[in-house]
């Protein structure tokens, strides 16, 4: 696996998400990852999770997204 250390990074997440729980829960784990300053959905059925942050372990936050919400795809990464 790679890591991502970029100074202010934007990340694009689809996150397969059934229900408005899991959504909440989705929210919540991309809040508490390390370096995370700003959060949103967005999307037809909001599947897309919009990172804004510093620093921000790509990698390990899909991780824990697929093993805790369900598929999540990386669609776009870019530093600021």
Known sequence: MSVYYI????????????????????LKIAAETYGVT???????DQEKLFVEGHQVEVDKLVQVLKKKVGYTQILYVSSL
């Open 38 to 44: 700003s959060i949103r959905l967005e999307g037809e």
């Open 7 to 26: 100074e202010q990074q934007i990340m694009v997440l689809k996150v397969h998400m059934r229900c408005g729980k899991c959504r909440t829960k989705a």
